[in-house]
């Protein structure tokens, strides 16, 4: 089937140690989302790509890059992981038809800081 | 700055006592109205679009409802299996780039007990 795949499920990384996360489709939809989820939290939107126009949120730190090396692939970097930043990532997709079945969302990453 | 405010925060319910979730939002111009269901460690899972006022949609033991300021889930003689949380999130085109994104509230944790 079809989906988004997010690599790894669970990740730890060190505090101040770059990190990167890893989401591919096999949808071949335009737009790829990154969001950030912190316990009981609502997902907060950090960027978006529509094709391989960047564009990021006005309030997404710095420390948090992207890149979208082709359709399929999107990379999430943390530059300098605080402990802030611990939480699930989840990358997810649209088609532009505006429609709610036209978002599929990955499974997720959870990420810890130590 | 789009906004969208679940409650309860949480809601616990015996196997097949109805209760509805609440979901008010504030956005410039709606593209849609969806609900979500996110179990433990994974990504949302689509439930219904709505688009305008006096919609309604159903799906089993769900309910969705609109109206101009807010929308309602209705959960009629719920399951143990219907425990997860329920997001709701609105669609609004982005200030950049193009598309739409979703904004997120923060969910309704649903506990349903044999």
């Known amino acids: 089937d079809a989906m988004v795949i997010q690599n790894p499920r669970y990740q730890v990384t060190q505090f101040g140690k770059p990190v990167t996360l890893s989401c591919s489709q096999t949808?071949?939809?335009?737009?790829m989302y990154w969001y950030q989820q912190k316990s009981s939290q609502a997902p907060k939107l950090l960027f978006h790509?529509?094709?391989?126009?960047?564009?990021n949120e006005a309030d997404t730190p710095d420390n948090f890059q992207s890149r979208r090396p082709n359709t399929s692939f999107c990379f999430l970097d943390i530059r300098s992981p605080g402990l802030g930043d611990a939480a699930m990532y989840l990358c997810?997709?649209?088609?532009?038809?505006?429609?709610?079945?036209?978002?599929?969302f990955g499974s997720g990453t959870r990420l810890t800081v130590v | 700055e789009d906004q969208v405010t679940q409650s309860p925060e949480a809601l616990r319910l015996q196997e097949g006592e109805s209760s509805s979730l609440n979901c008010s939002y504030t956005?410039?111009?709606?593209?849609?109205l969806f609900w979500y269901r996110q179990d433990p460690g994974k990504g949302p899972e689509f439930l219904f679009t709505?688009?305008?006022a006096g919609e309604e949609k159903e799906k089993e033991r769900l309910k969705a409802t609109l109206t101009k300021k807010e929308s309602f889930l209705h959960i009629t003689a719920p399951k143990p299996e219907d425990s997860a949380t329920y997001l709701c999130?609105?669609?609004?085109?982005?200030?950049?780039?193009?598309?739409?994104?979703?904004?997120f509230g923060t969910g309704t944790q649903l506990k349903v007990e044999l």
């Open positions: 997810a997709t649209s088609d532009l038809r505006g429609r709610g079945d036209g978002y599929t």
């Open positions: 949808l071949n939809h335009n737009v």
């Open positions: 790509y529509y094709d391989k126009d960047f564009n």
């Open positions: 956005v410039s111009g709606l593209r849609g």
């Open positions: 709505l688009y305008s």
């Open positions: 999130a609105v669609q609004a085109p982005t200030l950049t780039g193009g598309g739409n994104k979703l904004t």
